[in-house]
């Protein structure tokens, strides 16, 4: 029995969502597996209903489909009863659009969206039957890469993939499935040798067995050294220069199990230059680039009648800093009112023009988020968030004027030079918009307000890099101490688990020494540690002893400027002098103007990539 | 606004859909087919349709329904094409036919469903016959709902008739009662079908396009 029909009889009538299983979507591509030369899995590391919501899949998925000589399929993190049932039936991982066991592949490449993935990917791998370590692989068994946000700090996933590549995909994974293509000719199977050698040659591409990793005696990581001779001193980030020329899929995969976001993307602009002292992607996407309302246009068009979505999302880091919104909006108002499809933005900043901005746009809404992220001017301007009171209160305002009554306020507990009167402040923000909802609440409507608290976690390439995170006890007083605070105002207080911050901050600096920590995880039982359901604290801190290794040497550890970084290795374009020198200046707190206004802030993206802002001009407003 | 009622199949591994994917799926479909639907008015406009009794998770229906509301009259056998080609694997779309006005809902139509249950390779030891005359001892109330049944021995399955709503018994307790009294602890391996979903009135069983009418007997 194929693997499919072994699915559809034996399998699928005992899992939960079994569609998510199917490879049915509308616009998934099956191409004949056995007639295209370069096959590559795109592996999402955790549940189909989080990957399918994901727009870097849906790009690179059209794009690659797109080439006749290559074929992109999906896998995603089986869902726990869906690993017990290809255990128990020793079936292998799958990938959904022709059920072929990942093994069959050329290429397994995973995307890394965030650190608490890690232990999926190793089950992902163990699940396709591939020794976990590459070193342990055969020659011609699949080549294993990883892109993605968490590649910036690839490290503690050194000895398990084959070959990261760092930054944007959409030239440089086309590059790599053509390596792939020609050192695989005839045969049935490239040799994964002969293809690290060919890839080296990419830039972009991050070989980690071609580096050795040392330590002094204490056992602190001391550099990285490269032993290849092709293998560069940093591997530099790829991106994209002429972002509107760039491929856009309009045929958007439709998932046909539920999804947590099920719309259309529209990726307006990449690149956000506010330049918030905490936020990696700020670093990583920069610097802006944006697309003209005229393709903008047209695709939105192509997507709504090529998916049926009832909604298309304007996405981008801050989608209402899009330079022609004046031209955009109208037009796809109109065009989208029409066929009764909603237009919805991922995140409001915190203003008015944002709230009656949205105010205009088709679609349901019942709810608006915003991101003060500190509770005080001082701390707001240490980590460069370009937020005032008066902003807050007025966007507030104008949400309760639109009659959106639930509220989300999202704050980061933790940040660098937090004091007690931060965290009151966070209280008194709450409880100054509960007193502005009271009196716009017409009688019967009560505000409901939802505060949203997240632990800081320092990332690696950010102005920040170099803090310690708190430790968790004083995380833990931290929040209480909120949410006491809030709750007087009567307010919900939520917060992200405290276990799951720290391990996030430890593998978000860690070094190639937390990869057997990790394997040790996984061995016992650790996945989906995303998901409060599934994570297991108990045995990452069991893992971490058997190894003699303190967790919180990674996590609270604070750098100093020349003490050598394991994430160095990369190069995100931005200058350590301009790290350090906004470090400096969060430290002062002073804030840095965004470089979208026109006046360089000198943090080295563009000179060293060779690219520049890229911006549409609006009619003005 | 003319109502129009379309008649589908889910089957294959469109099966394992559950309703609200099937809806979601169906109604996206009509939208890339330019189906001229219409909306609720309010803020937050929904196409109107209206649906059958929901096909569970793993169960396939060979002649279910949904009604739909549009904007204008269209010809229904371009259209049917038209959604046909914008339908993922396992469902089809079989006939398209505008209902009179004042014409029962589906939900006030419906008011039984036939189910075909198959034990595929699993055929139990005993026979269909005598697994129904002992469930009947430990579920009294098991066969209330069930109108008729069949059994076909050498094809391994079950045809039962049963009412839809709060009186008749839910094809999940059948199962249910069916593994129970087969003994497995296992689900066993089932395949479940609904074959059709009919109006019964006066001993005459109509289905929702009117294309058929059976007379019923005895069970
Ligand atoms: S180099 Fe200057 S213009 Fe370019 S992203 Fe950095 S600060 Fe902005």
Known sequence: ??????????????????????????????????????????????????????LGLQILYGLVNQRED??????????????????????????LESHRPLKDFDVIGFTLQYELSFSNVLNMLDLAGLPLRSADRQDDQPLVIAGGPAAYNPEPLAPFIDAFLIGEGEEAL????????????????????????????????????????????????????????KAPERVQRRVVRELDSAYFPVSQLVPISEAVHERGMLEIFRGCTRGCRFCQAGVIYRPVRERTPETLLAAARDIIKNTGFEEVSLISLSSLDYGALDQLLPQLTQGCEA??????????????????????????????????????????????????????????????????????????????????????????????????????????????????????????????????????????????????????????????????????????????????????AYKKGCRFDGWSEHFRFSLWMESFNELGIDPVDYAEKTFAYDEALPWEVIDAGVSKDFLIEEHQRALAGKPTPDCRAGRCGKCGVCPSLKVANCLVKGRGR | MPWYRLEYTKKDTARFLSHRELMTTLQRAMKRASFPLTYSRGHHPRPKLSYGPPLGVGVAGLREYMDLELDRE???????????????????????????????????????????????????????EQLFNKLEEEYPNLTDGLLKWCVDLAGGYLEVLMEVGQKGVSLRTLLEALNKGIGTSVLLPVMVTRTGLYQLENGLLIDPLKKYTHLLEEK
């Open chain 1, 70 to 95: 290559c074929l992109l399929e999906r896998s995603f993190a089986p869902a726990v009863d869906m690993e017990a049932e290809l255990r128990r039936a020793g079936l292998p991982l799958f990938s």
């Open chain 1, 339 to 520: 066929t009764r499809i909603g237009i919805s933005l991922p995140s409001l900043r915190v203003d008015s023009f944002s709230v009656k901005t949205a105010q205009g746009l088709p679609g349901r809404r019942t709810s608006v988020t915003f991101a003060p992220e500190a509770g005080t001017q001082r701390l707001r301007d240490v980590i460069n968030k370009g937020v005032t009171e008066e902003d807050l209160f007025k966007a507030v305002e104008a949400a309760f004027d639109a009659g959106w009554f639930a509220v989300k306020l999202y704050f980061m507990v933790g940040l660098p030079t937090e004091t007690i009167d931060d965290l009151k402040g966070i209280a008194d923000l709450v409880n100054e918009v509960i007193q502005i909802g009271k009196r716009y609440s017409r009688g019967k409507k009560r505000p409901r307000i939802t505060v949203s608290a997240s632990s800081f976690v320092p990332k690696a390439h950010t102005p920040f890099q170099w803090e310690g995170q708190n430790s968790r006890d004083l995380l833990t007083k931290k929040h209480h101490y909120v949410r006491e605070l809030v709750k007087r105002s009567r307010a919900e207080y939520n917060w992200h688990s405290i276990d799951a911050s720290f391990l996030e901050a430890c593998f978000a600096r860690g070094d190639r020494k937390l990869a057997d920590v990790l394997e040790i």
């Open chain 1, 174 to 229: 086309l590059e790599i499935l053509d390596v792939v293509g020609e050192v695989k000719g005839d045969k049935g199977r490239a040799s994964r040798s002969q293809l690290l050698e060919r890839l080296v040659e990419i830039p972009g591409v991050y070989i980690p067995s071609y580096y050795r990793a040392e330590y002094n005696e204490q056992g602190w990581y001391k550099g990285i050294k490269p032993i290849h001779p």
């Open chain 2, 74 to 128: 269209i010809s229904t056998l371009e259209y049917l094409q038209f959604l046909n080609d914008q339908l993922p694997p396992g469902i089809i779309a079989q006939n398209l036919v505008k209902l009179d006005p004042g014409e029962a809902g589906l939900g006030k139509f419906i008011n039984c469903a036939c189910y075909r249950i198959e034990a595929g390779s699993c055929i139990p030891t005993i026979s269909w």
């Open chain 1, 1 to 54: 029995m194929t693997i499919k029909q072994l699915l559809v009889e034996k399998i699928l009538p005992q899992v939960r969502k079994p569609a998510q299983y199917l490879g049915t979507e509308w616009n998934s591509v099956h191409k004949d597996f056995d007639a295209v030369p370069a096959r590559m899995v795109f592996a999402f590391p955790d549940l189909y209903e989080v990957g399918m919501s994901h």
